[in-house]
């Protein structure tokens, strides 16, 4: 049965082509969203950008179909239409009538009102406005069409279990063959384990080109002083030191090691055996808790609250596995080796033969990611690492962030692998704090 769905401000910010998103229902889109939408459309952010986006959008539909206060009809059998109300607002309740949500809101209730053949549905990303919805008896959800839930995100790791005498052969071989029946994706991460001896396991990747589970590649000694700690960390590194992966999205709560392994391998590619010709770090600006406002200095030292988790990690790094010394890393930040910045001026960047990580992902939008991984030129290698749990920036959520919507999308490309790391291994404290609280 065709619906109709009424569509929040926020809707359209995120998402402009949300429009075209909802099937074979009618759209519509009240006028006080447009005139919200007006107000950003003079910003030099993401939400500025999708503002003029929409603008722009609605006007062609405007230009190419006839009047949207009459309705448009699209080519999947839907149809759009922006709404104005015929009657000032007459919510039932002591709600600020003079809000736009309210007016917004009214919107949705004189639709359900003048079309009662149709179910109306109010659609925004806004849980509180939902609430109220809610509570005045209007159906509401939120917008799903970008939405990836972590609990159904794909860890990255398989097990099956096999007979002794194959797992035996996987390391004499490297490489073991799996039955037709199982049908892994590319890069999948596999434990095999022994049937009649649990304890006798053996760790390896699904390579889609040969069909085969092939050996890790990850060194003994560990890579820049760091040794993997658990059977995630190790499939992780193995990731990250392949050539043939582009792409890698690591997902894990803090203290799990994603930043640490993302820097040693990218040091090792890097510095050590040249594949790429800079390491460039990077994590968007979100302050955690109240912001300290306008900070002193040149950029650089503007920069560097901002990025001294990443100092700190190639602190440790330094100390522990290189023979340079704990503050050797300033001379490769000098010589452009390895660069540290924000993602604000990457857009209409060109970057090839780097290996780009990006920290803290989980706060940038899908958008934000699209241009990121978009920058990439022949031979960059892009990482993405971030916990979905911890997330600053107000306009996602653990759903609707980029970091988990590109695991998602990628699932399946053989230029792209994912991980999600379970246990915490930077202090029995941060593993016990990251469970309890």
């Not at 001294?308 to 340079?324: H, M, R, Y």
Request: charged fraction near 25%; aromatic fraction near 6%; charge should be negative.
């Amino acid at each position: 049965m065709k619906k109709n769905y009424v569509l929040d401000t926020n809707v359209l910010l995120h998402d402009p082509q949300a429009i075209f998103k909802f099937e074979d229902n009618h759209v519509v889109i009240p006028i006080y969203v447009i005139e919200e939408v007006d107000q950003f459309k003079r910003e030099g952010s993401e939400r500025g950008r999708n503002a003029r986006q929409i603008c722009r959008l609605l006007d062609d539909i405007r230009d190419k179909h006839g009047a949207l206060s009459n309705g448009v009809t699209f080519p999947s059998g839907g149809s759009l239409s922006v709404a104005v109300p015929s009657r000032r607002l007459e919510l039932p309740s002591a709600v600020d009538k003079g809000s736009m949500d309210a007016a917004i809101l009214q919107t949705a209730f004189e639709i359900r009102k003048t079309d009662t053949a149709r179910p109306t549905v109010f659609v925004t990303m806004d849980t509180n406005l939902r609430i109220r919805a809610d509570a005045l008896g209007m159906v509401a959800q939120t917008y799903e069409n970008e939405r990836v839930e972590v609990d159904d995100l794909e860890t990255g790791i398989s097990e099956l279990e096999v007979d002794g005498p194959e797992i035996d052969g996987f390391f004499r071989e490297g490489a073991w063959t799996p039955p037709a029946s199982n049908h892994w994706a590319p890069n999948v991460c596999v434990l095999l384990r022994d049937r009649n001896n649990p304890s006798h396991t053996a760790l390896g990747r699904y390579d889609g080109s040969r069909q085969q589970v092939v050996a890790l590649r990850t060194p003994r000694e560990g890579v820049m002083g760091v040794r993997p700690r658990n059977k995630e960390q190790a499939f992780a590194l193995d990731l990250l030191l392949d050539e043939n992966i582009r792409l890698v999205t690591l997902v894990g709560k803090a203290g799990t090691g994603k930043t640490l392994l993302a820097l040693a391998a990218g040091l090792r590619r890097t510095v050590e055996e040249g594949i790429y010709t800079r390491m460039l770090v990077s994590r968007p600006i979100m302050p955690l808790g109240r912001d300290l406002g306008f900070l002193p200095g040149d950029v650089d030292e503007k920069l560097n609250p901002w990025m001294q988790p990443i100092f700190d990690n190639l602190e440790f790094l330094f100390s522990s596995g290189a023979k340079k010394g704990v503050r050797a890393y300033a001379e490769l930040l000098e010589s452009g080796q390895i660069q540290v910045e924000p993602l604000t001026y990457i857009r209409g960047r060109s970057l090839p033969q780097q290996f780009i990580i990006v920290d803290e992902a989980q706060n940038l939008t899908p958008h934000e990611i699209k241009t990121i991984i978009t920058r990439s030129g022949d031979g960059t290698k892009i990482v993405l690492t971030g916990d979905p749990g911890q997330i600053d920036n107000p306009y996602v959520d653990n759903a609707s962030n980029g970091l988990t919507i590109a695991a998602e999308r990628f699932h399946g490309e053989k230029l792209a692998a994912h991980i999600t790391l379970a246990k915490g291994e930077r202090s029995e404290l941060a593993e016990l704090a990251a469970n309890l609280l």
